[in-house]
T-cell receptor, first 114, second 115 residues
Framework: DSGVTQTPKHLITATGQRVTLRCSPR?????VYWYQQSLDQGLQFLIQ???????AKGNILERFSAQQFPDLHSELNLSSLELGDSALYFC?????????????FGPGTRLLVL | GENVEQHPSTLSVQEGDSAVIKCTYS??????FPWYKQELGKRPQLIID?????GEKKDQRIAVTLNKTAKHFSLHITETQPEDSAVYFC??????????????FGKGTHLIIQP
């Protein structure tokens, strides 16, 4: 158990819908990352937050957005869902930024878009 | 941006033999290189990492080597055991400067340990 929690574990929805994935980092970690894992694209970095502020963007679609709240939990919002958005979404956390800190991954949310 | 290439995509070895997985990266600013192990349906778990001021790091049966000049790094697993069967991912990130620490991952290597 990494100490990072994610809810829900599974999510089934329809094309065009909107979903919210939730992540709670390890106690004391200030930085949260979101990754998408799919068979064709592999593990891809989406976005990073540090202490409530967006820090870096990766291959995140405009239909996707995220935020980190004062209690440091983070939410990833996926809208206008398409079949190709079906994937495993992982959240990871680390203590700080820019210090080559280990990133600890949560158990993931498996999203299926029908 | 960073690009990480990983080879081979599948590796089958006899139990007790060694396994080597190789990665190359493109961004010379990268200086943090973790390796993750992922079992089917589970989260990636860090098994070892190396930073650019170190050429080699070892932890029991696992070792990682880094060649910054050639921009490649490798994972070595000795005396392989059935529980080593999993998908292994290499990754790279600059890790400093601006705090942009998103990892760029290789495509993964499916390691199969034959009994």
């Amino acid at each position: 158990d990494s100490g990072v929690t994610q809810t829900p574990k599974h999510l089934i929805t329809a094309t065009g819908q909107r979903v919210t994935l939730r992540c709670s980092p390890r106690s004391g970690d200030l930085s949260v990352y979101w990754y998408q894992q799919s068979l064709d694209q592999g593990l891809q970095f989406l976005i990073q937050y540090y202490n409530g502020e967006e820090r870096a963007k990766g291959n995140i679609l405009e239909r996707f957005s995220a935020q980190q709240f004062p209690d440091l939990h983070s939410e990833l919002n996926l809208s206008s869902l398409e079949l190709g958005d079906s994937a495993l979404y992982f959240c990871a956390s680390s203590l700080a930024v820019g210090l080559q800190e280990t990133q600890y991954f949560g158990p993931g949310t498996r999203l299926l878009v029908l | 941006g960073e690009n990480v290439e990983q080879h081979p995509s599948t590796l089958s070895v006899q139990e007790g033999d060694s396994a080597v997985i190789k990665c190359t990266y493109s961004d010379s600013a990268s200086n943090y290189f973790p390796w993750y192990k992922q079992e089917l349906g589970k989260r990636p778990q860090l098994i070892i990492d190396i930073r650019s001021n170190v050429g080699e790091k070892k932890d029991q049966r696992i070792a990682v080597t880094l060649n910054k000049t050639a921009k490649h790094f490798s994972l070595h697993i000795t005396e392989t055991q059935p529980e080593d069967s999993a998908v292994y991912f290499c990754a790279a990130t600059p890790g400093t400067g601006g705090g942009a620490d998103g990892l760029t991952f290789g495509k993964g290597t499916h390691l199969i340990i034959q009994p």
